[in-house]
T-cell receptor
Framework: EPEVTQTPSHQVTQMGQEVILRCVPISNHLYFYWYRQILGQKVEFLVSFYNNEISEKSEIFDDQFSVERPDGSNFTLKIRSTKLEDSAMYFC???????????FGSGTRLTVV | DQQVKQNSPSLSVQEGRISILNCDYTNSMFDYFLWYKKYPAEGPTFLISISSIKDKNEDGRFTVFLNKSAKHLSLHIVPSQPGDSAVYFCAASDRGSTLGRLYFGRGTQLTVWP
């Protein structure tokens, strides 16, 4: 069964450093998303991406965040200057045109120290 | 942002019995509802969904019921199995205005014991 692949599975970074979280969505999917889950809290929407541009972003997705689809397969989330409160599980997801049941990756646990 | 609420953080059920997980929402523009299952250290896995034009959708042991007037949906698992033990998230979407952005509840930890 096709999968959404995320790397790394765990990233530890110092506060103020830049991190890039990587995702390979399912190949024929057109819509891409990033969500995050802070420990003990609910899964929260960050951003949606379609046709090489951001479609929607939440209030969490401020100027420190950016997304990119640099080639035909990768979808990345960059945090320019990490803060302690950015520590969370970050999930990438994708879906095709007709199916609203996203496929999520297994997540990247980001720990900011 | 409390547009989707799961008021029971946990549920414990004996194997073979029915598990009923509940979810409430406040946004009347939501027209599509999904249930996801999540194991530790994994991403959410899609289970079942329902459109607002239906009031019931069934897939094997899983049935989702939607009561639009009450803004309430529930997931029934019959019979429950130990492998069903996981966190279950309810999610909702307004397909008309967003690119499928999902609003999640906080999840319910289901434990199925032998």
């Amino acid at each position: 069964e096709p999968e959404v692949t995320q790397t790394p599975s765990h990233q530890v970074t110092q506060m103020g450093q830049e991190v890039i979280l990587r995702c390979v969505p399912i190949s024929n999917h057109l819509y891409f998303y990033w969500y995050r889950q802070i420990l003990g809290q609910k899964v929260e929407f960050l951003v949606s991406f379609y046709n090489n541009e951001i479609s929607e972003k939440s209030e969490i997705f401020d100027d420190q965040f950016s997304v990119e689809r640099p080639d035909g397969s990768n979808f990345t989330l960059k945090i320019r200057s990490t803060k302690l409160e950015d520590s969370a599980m970050y999930f990438c997801a994708s879906r095709d045109l007709s199916n609203y049941g996203y496929t999520f990756g297994s997540g990247t646990r980001l720990t900011v120290v | 942002d409390q547009q989707v609420k799961q008021n029971s953080p946990s549920l414990s059920v004996q194997e073979g019995r029915i598990s009923i997980l509940n979810c409430d929402y406040t946004n009347s523009m939501f027209d599509y509802f999904l249930w996801y299952k999540k194991y530790p250290a994994e991403g959410p896995t899609f289970l079942i969904s329902i459109s607002s034009i239906k009031d019931k959708n069934e897939d094997g042991r899983f049935t989702v019921f939607l009561n639009k007037s009450a803004k309430h949906l529930s997931l029934h698992i019959v019979p429950s199995q130990p492998g069903d033990s996981a966190v279950y998230f309810c999610a909702a979407s307004d397909r008309g205005s967003t690119l499928g952005r999902l609003y999640f509840g906080r999840g319910t930890q289901l434990t199925v014991w032998p």
